[in-house]
């Protein structure tokens, strides 16, 4: 199947510092990305559809200015928690689907992030 | 939007035996159905999908059912093995949103 690398895997970081992590397709071309939460023993939340060349669609609730989302090739996307609180402190996976096989999605290894 | 149902939320087999986890979501528009297992602190990897223009589908030891009628699909894992245990999480689409829409989640234990 498709391959979609997520990178950094773990970030730990002070209160109030930005965090970047960045979302790839390694081996097809992805024109729409998605930016997952998931907090401890609960489901995958979408934060936001992240499109090529374009303005990220954020999910209600979700504030845009504080998780920054671009996607400025077909193969990167890459997601800014800025002036990181504890409570940011989550697992956050993207995915992204190869255009060929309709529907699936690939995931990243996801990052886990925690904010001290 | 879409809004996908998952029970049980846990769930414990005796190895050898039979699980079956079940969803239902309430878009009708909905004709995607994929289900992925996800090893804690790990990526959701895709173990079995369902389209809306079939009523089940089989992969070795893992079969998925789907009633497009009553909007429910399920999992079914025959002659589970320790392996087995993990997350898995059912989910939705239609074919013009690549969006998905997960369910809860159901924790399998796999019992020795």
């Known amino acids: 199947g498709a391959v979609v690398s997520q990178h950094p895997s773990r970030v730990i970081c002070k209160s109030g510092t930005s965090v970047k992590i960045e979302c790839r397709s390694l081996?097809?071309?992805?024109?729409?990305m998605f930016w997952y939460r998931q907090f401890p023993k609960q489901s995958l939340m979408l934060m936001a559809t992240?499109?090529?060349?374009?303005?990220?669609?954020?999910e209600q609730g979700v504030e845009k200015d504080k998780f920054l989302i671009n996607h400025a090739s077909l193969t990167l996307s890459t997601l800014t928690v800025t002036s990181a609180h504890p409570e940011d402190s989550s697992f956050y996976i993207c995915?992204?689907?190869?255009?060929?096989?309709?529907?699936?999605?690939?995931f990243g290894a996801g990052t886990r992030l925690s904010v001290l | 939007g879409e809004n996908v149902e998952q029970h049980p939320s846990t769930l414990s087999v005796q190895e050898g035996d039979s699980a079956v986890i079940k969803c239902t979501y309430s878009?009708?528009?909905?004709?995607?159905f994929p289900w992925y297992k996800q090893e804690l602190g790990k990526r959701p990897q895709l173990i079995i999908d369902?389209?809306?223009?079939?009523g089940e589908k089989k992969d070795q030891r893992i079969a998925v059912t789907l009633n497009k009628t009553a909007k429910h699909f399920s999992l079914h894992i025959t002659e589970t093995q320790p392996e087995d245990s993990a997350v898995y999480f059912c989910?939705?689409?239609?074919?013009?949103?690549?969006?998905?829409?997960f369910g809860t989640g159901t924790r399998l234990t796999i019992i020795p």
């Open positions: 995915s992204a689907g190869d255009g060929v096989r309709l529907n699936i999605q690939y």
């Open positions: 081996d097809f071309q992805a024109t729409t």
């Open positions: 992240s499109n090529e060349g374009s303005k990220a669609t954020y």
């Open positions: 878009d009708s528009a909905s004709n995607y």
């Open positions: 369902i389209r809306s223009n079939v």
């Open positions: 989910a939705a689409n239609n074919f013009g949103n690549e969006k998905l829409t």
